[in-house]
C-alpha cells in the first residue's frame, strides 16, 4: 500500500514533518481526536498542494488549522465540522467531529458555507485520498 501512496502523491508537493505537540494543541482547541490515518499522513508531510488524480489538494499545516479555522467562521456557518485544507477551487475539505468516532470527510462551499451544503466524500482518511486519486476532477 506504501507504493501505491507513493505514486498518488508524485504531483503533490508535500511540506516537512508536523510534530505530536501541534496536534496535541489542535486537538484541546477543537474538543476532538483527529484520525489517526491522517495524523500519520501529516506526521510525515504537514500538509502541502498539488494534484492527486484529477484533483487539486491543497492540505493545511496543522499549526494552520486553529487560525484558519477561526478566519472563515466555520463555528459559526458550519458547526461541527473542523476544515482542513481545500481543493484550490471554491471548496473546503473538513473533517465532521459531530460524530467523533468516525469523523467522516466533508467538502463545503466557501460562499454559501453551511452544514445543508456539505458533502460526504469519504469515510476515511486514506479514502479520501483515494477518491481524489480516482476523481476526474469533480466531487463528490
Known sequence: MANYFNALLEKFDANG????????????????????????FMGSCDGGEGFIGGQYLILWRAAELIDFNRDYEVEKYAPGLLFFGSNGGGE????????????????????????????LVA??????????????????
Open 17 to 40: 514533518a508536523s510534530t505530536a505537540e501541534v496536534f496535541d494543541g489542535v486537538e484541546k482547541h477543537f474538543g476532538c481526536v483527529l484520525p489517526v490515518q491522517y495524523k500519520n
Open 92 to 119: 473546503a475539505f473538513a473533517f465532521d467531529t459531530r460524530e467523533p468516532e468516525r469523523m467522516k470527510i466533508r467538502m463545503v462551499p466557501f460562499i454559501g458555507m453551511s452544514l445543508n451544503e456539505a458533502k
Open 123 to 140: 469515510d476515511t482518511f486514506e479514502s479520501f485520498l483515494i477518491r481524489l486519486a480516482e476523481s476526474n476532477g469533480t466531487l463528490p
